[in-house]
């Protein structure tokens, strides 16, 4: 080990003649911080650094080559699949704060972004000149930025998924090298098509970090709507509830669409505080087309109370945009009539705030007493929600015991993604001390009013072991994942030929395994 430190100290004396030494950081709090996620971390690295441009984070990769020093890039931080990970002692992390340029060209409908930009960030800027990306960010998107976005292929704002959006990536490979795709290779073309031979954007779309970095990211543009409407419905059974989104999602009518199931609804507005519901107020009022408008959308969110939301069975939630407020007033009304088959409309305050606050505080990275919080997900096809869905409330049963000792509940979210995929996310609430990255990303006066936990070793391993099981459950129901990090069994899943093509194309790109080892397995 102590090798190993020594030849990492030799190698970073170097680093700051490419960064500059500002711009390398070795204090014991950042390194602690930047190797820390939701859940945990593993190693420490030995410094973060700061890049400013793709020519130094190329710079930076060939001398962690020559040094065989692991690289592993950190986005928005906001991971739970151990996605920046350190598996392996003697690297450094990469973080892109420095790197925040956001280019619009409104002619051929482009953005192209640095891969420091938030989705946050990216929003705002093209919100200035009405446009958005068809896919605009995860819910975490005040912290989470577009390249880790896109590697790890997010959802949650807008239709699809972030690599839906993608029209070209600039990448770095393991050897240094810069590689652009698709119509960008073509000597002075513009990255104004993901298609000319092989799709090789999608290779690194999805890839978690593990084929190369991204330095320059290009996604398509379109008009934003000038209005919403929003729907919630209380569904008495799961299945009523993804009946409803099953067909929405179909109709196409909706743009975005979430359901919460008791535990959810209860933690995540039954225990808001009237701080809180101020703030979601005057968001939704700042969002509304008028005052007069938002005045009465609040009005309704008053008069339905959050009591009869928070009790909703489960609950799902609709957004539609239109080009005027009768455009939206249709396709709402229509996803209405669809959605109120199967379950009971009430206030649309949560699509609401959701709309208003798309990027909130990442106050929900601890649960709504303070509690540790840990969720996973599976992609499955709509005709497997169901039996999984019976599965795993057996299997919690079959676990209640040992649940209710260490304090453990569970909630869940759900979502369509296209037509065909329905999100399923159970997640995990315990009593547990917070780390270093709960301290720093939850609000000061959120945190402050939590109540705090003493160590709990013995309730963390049998969350370890209950999420292996149900991910185990959820590929016996043909789940797969997104956002794979180092934590889902990405290589178990593959044939020997697919598997042969992804090593191949790590051996290409990375010969030396240096980039975000661990990555999707490999």
């Not at 020519?55 to 151990?82: C, F, K, N, W």
């Not at 239109?322 to 249709?330: I, K, L, M, T, V």
């Amino acid at each position: 080990m102590a090798t190993v430190v020594k030849q990492g100290q030799d190698a970073l004396a170097s680093l700051a003649e490419i960064v500059g030494a500002d711009h390398v950081l070795t204090d014991p709090d950042t390194l602690e911080f930047y190797a820390t996620d939701v859940f945990r971390r593993r190693e420490l690295p030995l410094a973060v650094v700061r890049p400013g441009s793709a020519q130094e984070i190329a710079a930076l990769v060939r001398h962690a080559r020559a040094h065989a020093m692991p690289v592993v890039t950190r986005g928005g931080g906001a991971s739970y699949t151990d996605a920046y990970a350190h598996e392996r002692e003697g690297g450094i992390t990469l973080d892109f704060a420095r790197m925040k340029a956001i280019e619009i060209d409104q002619d051929n409908a482009l953005v192209s972004v640095e891969p420091g930009v938030t989705w946050a960030e990216l929003r705002e800027a093209l919100g200035r000149h009405g446009l958005k990306t068809r896919f605009w960010g995860s819910y975490s998107g005040l912290e989470a930025t577009v390249a880790g976005g896109v590697s790890m292929n997010a959802i949650s704002h807008g239709q699809g998924t972030a690599a839906d959006s993608v029209l070209s990536l600039t990448v770095v490979t393991g050897t240094g090298e810069i590689l652009s795709t698709g119509s960008a290779l073509s000597g002075p073309a513009l990255p104004f098509s993901r298609h000319y031979g092989p799709d090789l954007a999608g290779l690194f779309t999805g890839d978690c970090g593990a084929l190369g970095i991204k330095v320059r990211i290009t996604l398509a543009l379109e008009s934003k709507g000038a209005a919403h409407g929003a729907a919630s419905f209380d569904f008495a059974r799961f299945e009523d509830l993804h009946e409803a989104l099953r067909r929405v999602a179909a109709s196409g009518l909706a743009e975005e669409n979430f359901g919460l199931d008791e535990a959810l609804q209860q933690g995540q507005i039954g225990e808001a505080d009237m701080g809180d519901k101020l703030d979601m107020a005057g968001a939704v009022m700042k969002n509304s087309a008028s005052l007069a408008k938002g005045a009465k959308t609040v009005a309704k969110m008053a008069l339905a109370g959050s009591k009869e939301i928070a009790k909703a069975k489960f609950a799902g939630h609709f957004i539609a945009e239109g080009f005027d407020d009768a455009d939206a007033a249709h396709r709402i009304a229509e996803i209405k009539r669809i959605a109120g088959e199967f379950g009971r409309e009430i206030a649309p305050s949560v699509p609401e705030v959701v709309r208003a606050m798309p990027f909130a505080p990442l106050n929900n990275v601890v649960g709504p007493k303070g509690e540790r919080w840990l969720p996973m997900h599976a992609q499955l096809p709509h005709s497997a929600a169901r039996p999984f869905h019976e599965a795993l409330q057996s299997y919690w049963q079959s676990r209640r015991a040992d649940m209710d000792a260490h304090g453990i509940y569970t909630g869940g979210m759900f979502m369509a993604v296209g037509t065909s995929v329905f999100i399923y996310e159970p997640t995990f609430y315990w009593p547990d001390a917070r780390n270093i990255y709960h301290e720093r990303t939850v609000e000061p006066d959120h945190l402050k009013g939590l109540p705090t936990y003493d160590a709990a070793p013995a309730a963390e391993a049998l969350v370890k072991d209950m999420k292996r099981e149900v991910v185990a459950l959820m590929h016996e129901h043909g789940g797969v994942h997104y956002q794979i990090g180092r934590s889902y069994p990405y290589l178990e899943d593959h044939d020997p030929a697919h598997l042969a093509v992804v090593r191949a194309l790590k051996r290409e790109l990375d010969p030396d395994g240096i980039v975000n080892p661990g990555a999707l397995g490999l």
